[in-house]
């Protein structure tokens, strides 16, 4: 993306109106190719979700130790946390927390499955509140920290059938996100519910908004080089707004959610905490069910 000050052309976003449509992974909607690099940026504009190629994640299995110490802090809180005080703990600490928490309202003893448990702690809490949830991840480390730490209910990989599976910020990780869906709706129990939870693009579509409206207001006092400028900046950040590619793979709207259902013959509906005070969620919060 640069704008050149001396032609005043903006050469870069001509490229977005060239003929880059392609099938896009997500929805099999038409979409455009958005910026170009080690990783490409694709857009579909059918169902809004923004991805990368290519799209092989990181090795997980080994996990980053940089939150470490947190991790360790808060799967410490939650062990030595009283059941009665769990649901207000866990919605403290992150509202994606808040939407599993939410369906699971007055539901007892069901049989719940985590996928991308990390160190475990979610899948504990809900052990304290009275179902048998069993947690898997990828990381091999994460799943032996959640073992030592709170029991043996954590694995690599599940079987069985469940009556909610739940999965916390991670589909924006893999690399497949229908075949992870369909993959996941298949071992729910009838009735049975997938809940996951994601980043919501419109959230940062929203704020990108919010300040491009503030800067037309100050219209009189930047000249236009520094509001080129700002411009070129705000479109680069909000190119790719969470952790950028092999980690975060796409970023999803609620739309995602509606064209993947429609497509594979599932339903989906929508915790949205947010919306009674006509905001945006920064969190999709994605119901799937058969
Ligand atoms: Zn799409």
């Not at 007892?108 to 990390?118: A, D, F, P």
């Not at 480390?141 to 469940?162: R, S, V």
């Not at 990108?208 to 006092?221: G, N, P, R, Y």
Request: contains cysteine.
């Amino acid at each position: 993306m640069k704008y050149n000050a001396d032609t005043k052309t903006w050469e870069s976003l001509v490229k977005l109106g060239e003929n880059d449509q392609m099938s896009f992974i997500v929805c099999r909607g038409r979409g455009q190719r958005i910026q170009e690099g080690k990783y490409t940026l694709w857009f579909c504009a059918e169902c809004f979700t923004k991805f990368c190629t290519p799209r092989t994640p990181p090795d997980y299995n080994t996990v980053t130790k940089e939150n470490y110490s947190e991790y360790i802090a808060f799967s410490q809180k939650i062990k030595d946390t009283p059941k009665e005080n769990i649901v207000e703990v866990l919605s403290a600490n992150a509202i994606t927390f808040g939407i599993p928490l939410e369906y699971l309202k007055g539901k007892e003893r069901l049989k719940i499955l985590e996928v991308g448990c990390s160190y475990g702690y979610f899948t504990h809490a809900l052990r304290k509140l009275g179902h048998d949830a069993f947690g898997i991840d990828v990381s091999e480390e994460a799943i032996e920290f959640a073992k030592n730490t709170f029991g043996d209910y954590y694995g690599l990989k599940a079987e069985g059938k469940y009556d909610v599976i739940v999965s916390i910020e991670t589909i924006e990780h893999v690399e497949d996100p229908v075949g992870f869906i369909k993959q996941y709706v298949g071992m729910l129990n009838p009735n049975g519910a997938l809940i996951l939870t994601t980043p919501n693009l419109e959230f940062y579509f929203k704020i990108f908004w919010d300040l491009l409206q503030k800067f037309a207001q100050s219209m009189e006092t930047i000249n236009l080089k520094e509001r080129l400028h700002i411009v070129e900046t705000l479109y680069k950040d909000y190119m790719w707004v969470t952790d950028p590619p092999p980690i975060h793979l796409s970023l999803f709207t609620h739309f995602s959610f509606e064209r993947i259902a429609q497509q594979n013959s599932m339903h989906v509906k929508f915790i949205d905490l947010h919306k009674q005070k006509g905001e945006v969620a920064p969190i999709v919060g994605a119901i799937i069910t058969v």
